[in-house]
């Protein structure tokens, strides 16, 4: 598997019916990321059986309380359960200064480094790369300053069939072919095609976050590609007019954003607590897009 | 009934085991007062159907999150639901700034008005003096400034016995009886004695919570009269040099606390996460003062 995507709640701003704020868990290859960090996420994470010392970086959407209430808290039982790895938070401007005046009431000082980025963006950009895969941030349209997420695992270098080299091959000639690029000679003539010395590997996949935000047609052409995406539905279409009035979306449209990316899949989420039932949100996505799903804490989607 | 205990949480700083960390839910006539609001006290709220916008007052003792990172949450919701009535919040300095900050990120303007009482009393002091009860607040000795609330529910002015009142008494002597004094002549000798004409009432009772504290045996004779005791016992009596590096107390320290005070129940409360049964703690506590009973979450005390 590439991607995991764990979620520990997915409510709107009032937690109700046992619904807890908006938090996700991401594991892509080794790696263990949270996004937003709602009140009660450390409880979510040792309900679900993570553990939080394992999590490297937190991405923050924005500073709406149901998105970051949790994260004084989870970073304070970081500490007292002796982590000694760096955290980074990536989150809007404002953060630090939250966290420092508790911090400094509390007398708290940390056992380990905590870096805290600040986002801006004001297009799509890679925020995190790394060899295997990266982070991309995005602005959002929200009552607030507010940001999107995208991670991407990579396609892999080809792995190459050994028998299958020429002899005597240069470490020169092996790295070309690991990138993707057949040989040629001086001429510019090609001696070895790559694909005939290597073997396939798992195209890149990708999983877009997309909460809070007002309907915004524009992100399907900017997130084009993405293989799984999470967009907020916070309401059905009946209150498309709230919706439009407090930035948020309505299932239909999320549904609509997902539809004209092209991804495989689509999870919603940042239900309103109007809705004890789900299932008209689900219902009314699926008109529009078949492959939309709830995020239901607790469940597990994966690419 | 005269007060009502509700516990909503009773962990220290880690929760763990399903337990949350500090909060209590306090019913004194028909007054809701809340005593620290530990992560996720809006969940536990809701869980044991309680209304957060019946609560007019909230006890904050000291700023370490465990026992108010859920305060920022519950204020927010009480906004969302429409809450329109005043809310005041008595905790010590730093509490206003840090709520001020994360409502200025956020861009939040709450629809009620909210007011924040610090506390700093050097001594036992009457912090709230209503007719028929009264909170003092009074300072812990913990690593950071931290106070404890007594809630006394004052005994009621007498009921008179209306056939056994002199004829035509006047209006000053009525007050003079509900009073609970006598009524005099002019010569200074007894013409009624008021416990020949009024009934009894139920005798003042009253709540002391304590909790963080390292041990203080001085407690006792300050909050002696008291009816039921709350007392952090962090740790068992094997971890004393623990308690004590930390300004904690062990569960034998809360017990001798109680019984010195001369209180009718102990509550014990604030427990480690090191421990996940909690037998051991009420068991100790029971060798020095047997009416001592685990603070678990969900569990109701009356008086």
């Known amino acids: 598997l590439s991607i995991e995507v764990h979620i520990l709640g997915s409510s709107s701003a009032t937690p109700v019916f046992d619904r807890h704020p908006t938090s996700q868990l991401i594991k892509i290859l080794h790696h263990q990321y949270l996004i937003d960090c709602g009140e009660g996420t450390q409880m979510q994470l040792s309900r679900y059986n993570h553990k939080p010392n394992k999590i490297s970086r937190i991405f923050i959407s924005h500073l709406h309380g149901d998105h970051f209430f949790g994260l004084i808290g989870l970073v304070s039982t970081m500490s007292l359960q002796g982590r000694k ?92 072919l690991k990138q993707g690029h057949n040989l040629v000679n001086d001429e510019g003539e090609v001696t070895v095609y790559c694909k005939d010395v290597t073997q396939p590997t798992q195209e890149a996949v990708s999983y877009a976050y997309c909460s809070d935000t007002i309907y915004t047609p524009s992100l399907s052409e900017l997130l084009k590609g993405t293989t799984l995406l999470y967009h907020e539905s916070t309401f059905t279409k009946e209150y498309e007019s709230r919706a439009q009035s407090t930035f948020h979306s309505t299932a239909e449209q999320a549904a609509l954003v997902a539809k004209n990316m092209g991804v495989k899949k689509l999870l919603l989420g940042h239900f309103s607590a109007r809705y004890k039932d789900l299932s008209p949100i689900q219902d009314e996505a699926r008109q529009i897009f078949p492959y939309s799903f709830l995020a239901i804490e607790g469940q597990k989607f994966c690419i």
């Open 85 to 176: 790895n760096p955290l980074t938070i990536y989150a809007p401007l404002g953060l630090k200064d939250i966290l420092s005046l508790q911090f400094k009431y509390s007398e708290t000082i940390l056992n380990f480094p905590l870096y805290i980025e600040v986002v801006d963006e004001a297009s799509l950009t890679t925020i995190l790369d790394k060899d295997d895969h990266q982070v991309e941030c995005f602005p959002l349209s929200h009552r607030i300053p507010c940001y999107g997420y995208r991670f991407t695992r990579k396609q892999a270098a080809p792995s190459l069939i050994k028998d299958r080299l020429p002899e005597n091959i240069s470490v020169q000639d092996i790295i070309q």
